[in-house]
């Protein structure tokens, strides 16, 4: 029997600017939840320092790098 997943909650966030640094685990936008700082790939009408959003994500874990930089994947998105 397959179950209905429940919606995550929306999180406010605030797009806090562009990680110009290259390194592996780098990258990408800073993205503050909370406290808690994240990396994620930002749609470009949101791609601008201090945007305040709602956001959906969850966390990236797909390699060893995205995992250690803290990345995050942003399910949805809009402005708040």
Known sequence: MAACQPIAPEQA?????????FCGACGGWFVLVDTLTFRAEV??????PTTPVWIR???DESDGLKK???WIHIKSIRSR
Do not use: N, Q, S
């Open 13 to 21: 966030a605030v797009i806090t600017g562009r990680d110009f640094t």
């Open 43 to 48: 749609p470009a009408e949101f791609a601008k």
């Open 57 to 59: 994500y969850e966390k």
């Open 68 to 70: 250690a930089g803290h």
